[in-house]
């Protein structure tokens, strides 16, 4: 029995250890799902990756002028915990540095930790080529190395965090572009802040 002013026993040190011990696990634990959860929805923009499912109208032989027809699928891979939706993106499509190609891509989510497939046909018009286009143009459908640039302009929403953090992001979009052969896989799609030279 306890008498006025005897101290409470001290727990034994095995038993202050083993609460010691569980104590820094959980908060230990803690920090590493939290940074886990935090890294996760702020850093893990969903990567893009493009293919040319079509490609017609190039006849360099005929004409200087050519009259390119498109249609591109866009592949969309969300890594992220968070459903993301994508509005305003344009598409542009290159050979050399003239325009053969452009389409608006219509407003998409894609769920967390999922995919979509966005299949789009480019607009065109009539485009004169330079003799050196034209003849490199001939040259790389007869060895089969035929490539377009794409170039995607992404709109960032205004007070959008997740996508634009005040420490990196200098505008307002965000440009993705990638290297496509007609008829060939995906081509993954490099992010940029500002459009490509």
Same mark, same amino acid.
């Given at each position: 029995?306890? @008498?006025?002013?005897?101290?409470?026993?001290?727990?034994k040190p095995q038993l202050r250890g083993l609460i010691l011990s569980i104590v820094?696990?959980?908060?230990?634990?803690?920090?590493?799902?939290?940074?886990?959860?935090?890294?996760?929805? *702020?850093?893990?923009?969903?990567?893009?990756? *493009?293919?040319?499912?079509?490609?017609?109208?190039?006849?360099?032989?005929?004409?200087?002028?050519?009259?390119?027809?498109?249609?591109?699928?866009?592949?969309?891979?969300?890594?992220?915990?968070?459903?993301?939706?994508?509005?305003?993106?344009?598409? @542009?499509?290159?050979?050399?540095?003239?325009?053969?190609?452009?389409?608006?891509?219509?407003?998409? /989510?894609?769920?967390?930790?999922?995919?979509?497939?966005?299949?789009?046909?480019?607009?065109h018009a009539d485009v004169l080529l330079t003799d050196t286009l034209r003849r490199?143009?001939?040259?790389?459908?007869?060895?089969?190395?035929?490539?377009?640039? +794409?170039?995607?302009?992404? +709109?960032?929403?205004?007070?959008?965090?997740?996508?634009?953090?005040?420490?990196?992001?200098?505008?307002?979009?965000?440009?993705?572009?990638?290297?496509?052969?007609?008829?060939?896989?995906?081509?993954? /799609?490099?992010?940029?802040? @500002?459009?490509? +030279?």
């Amino acid at each position: 029995m306890a @008498t006025a002013g005897s101290e409470e026993p001290e727990p034994k040190p095995q038993l202050r250890g083993l609460i010691l011990s569980i104590v820094i696990t959980l908060c230990v634990g803690g920090l590493i799902v939290g940074y886990g959860k935090w890294d996760s929805s *702020v850093h893990h923009d969903p990567s893009f990756s *493009v293919r040319l499912t079509e490609v017609h109208g190039l006849d360099p032989a005929r004409s200087p002028v050519i009259r390119p027809g498109f249609n591109l699928e866009l592949h969309v891979d969300n890594k992220g915990i968070d459903r993301t939706c994508k509005e305003e993106i344009t598409v @542009t499509v290159f050979y050399g540095d003239m325009v053969v190609g452009w389409a608006d891509v219509p407003d998409f /989510c894609v769920d967390k930790r999922s995919t979509a497939d966005v299949n789009l046909k480019l607009s065109h018009a009539d485009v004169l080529l330079t003799d050196t286009l034209r003849r490199r143009l001939a040259s790389e459908l007869r060895s089969e190395e035929l490539e377009f640039d +794409v170039e995607m302009r992404m +709109v960032i929403p205004m007070g959008s965090d997740r996508e634009c953090r005040a420490d990196y992001c200098t505008s307002r979009q965000s440009f993705r572009w990638c290297r496509a052969k007609p008829g060939q896989g995906y081509a993954h /799609c490099d992010q940029f802040q @500002t459009r490509r +030279v």
